[in-house]
C-alpha cells in the first residue's frame, strides 16, 4: 500500500499544464502585494542573494524562472539567463525583465540549451517538487554539465519535516495556486542531500530557513526582517524551506 501510495503522489500532476499558471502570478504577488504571501517571497529570494553575493559569479542560470523577478533584482554586473517550459512566462519575462545583461528562453524539461562549462552558478528556487524524481537527476545531471568546475548550484524546496504541508493545505485552499496537486515530490534534508551527491555533485550542505518571519509582515515589516536574521542565525532546521549548496566537479 505504501509503495502504490508513492507513485500515485509522482504521478498526480502528471499532466499538470503550467501554463495555466497566471502570466506573471509569482511576480505580482512580491512586488503589488502586501502580507504574508509577498514577504514569504521577498525573504526566500533575499537568503539565495546573500549567497550569490559571496560567489560573485560573473555567468549565472536560474533553471525554471517563471516571471524572471528573480533575476531582475540580481546586479548589472551578472550576466543572467532564465530557462523555463512555459512559453507566456518567458514571454512575460523578456518583456518585463529583458536587458542586455539578462535573458529568457524557453527549454524543454531537463534539456538545456548551452554549452558544457557556461555558468559560474546555477540557481533554482522551488522547482523540483513539481517533477519526478527521476526527473529531477535528469535536471541536476543537466544542470551540472552547464556548470564550469567547481561551480555552484544553489537549490531550494519545500521542507516537508516542517510546518510546510500545514502551510501548503492552507495556501492551497486560500489562493489561486493548488500546491497538493503541483508538489508531487516531496524533500527532507537528507533525501535531497543525496540527490545531489548521486548527481556528482560535492561539498553538498543542506540547511532549512524561512520559519516564522514572513508571518510577522502583518504586524510590522520592520519586525519581519528582525525576525529572519534571527532565523538565519539560530534555524538551520525547522525552517519551511530547504536551502542546498553543492559545486560541479568539472572533468
Avoid at 82 to 107: E, L, P, W
Avoid at 185 to 191: D, E, G
Avoid at 226 to 244: V, Y
Amino acid at each position: 500500500m505504501k509503495n502504490k501510495n508513492k507513485n500515485k503522489n509522482k504521478n498526480k500532476n502528471k499532466n499538470y499544464d503550467y501554463d495555466s499558471i497566471d502570466t506573471g502570478y509569482y511576480d505580482h504577488i512580491l512586488n503589488n502585494s502586501s502580507g504574508a504571501q509577498s514577504k514569504w517571497h521577498e525573504l526566500k529570494f533575499k537568503k539565495i542573494y546573500m549567497m550569490i553575493n559571496e560567489e560573485r559569479p560573473k555567468e549565472l542560470l536560474d533553471v525554471a524562472c517563471g516571471p524572471g523577478t528573480f533575476l531582475s533584482k540580481l546586479p548589472d554586473s551578472i550576466n543572467c539567463y532564465g530557462v523555463d517550459i512555459a512559453q507566456k512566462q518567458i514571454d512575460f519575462a523578456s518583456q518585463k525583465y529583458g536587458k542586455k545583461n539578462v535573458k529568457f528562453v524557453k527549454c524543454k524539461d531537463a534539456e538545456l540549451p548551452f554549452n558544457n562549462d557556461s555558468f559560474d552558478l546555477v540557481t533554482s528556487v522551488e522547482f523540483i517538487e513539481h517533477i519526478s524524481e527521476d526527473s529531477c537527476k535528469k535536471n541536476l545531471l543537466e544542470i551540472s554539465r552547464c556548470l564550469k568546475k567547481n561551480g555552484k548550484l544553489i537549490i531550494t524546496t519545500p521542507n516537508y519535516r516542517s510546518i510546510w504541508p500545514f502551510l501548503e493545505l492552507i495556501v492551497s485552499r486560500v489562493t489561486k495556486e493548488n500546491y497538493l496537486e503541483q508538489h508531487i515530490t516531496h524533500y527532507n534534508r537528507n533525501r535531497l542531500e543525496k540527490m545531489m551527491l548521486e548527481c556528482g555533485f560535492i561539498n553538498v550542505k543542506v540547511e532549512s530557513y524561512l520559519f516564522l518571519s514572513p508571518f510577522f509582515a502583518y504586524l510590522n515589516n520592520d519586525l519581519s526582517n528582525w525576525l529572519f536574521k534571527l532565523e538565519n542565525k539560530f534555524i538551520k532546521r525547522w525552517g519551511n524551506l530547504l536551502i542546498a549548496q553543492g559545486e560541479a566537479v568539472g572533468e
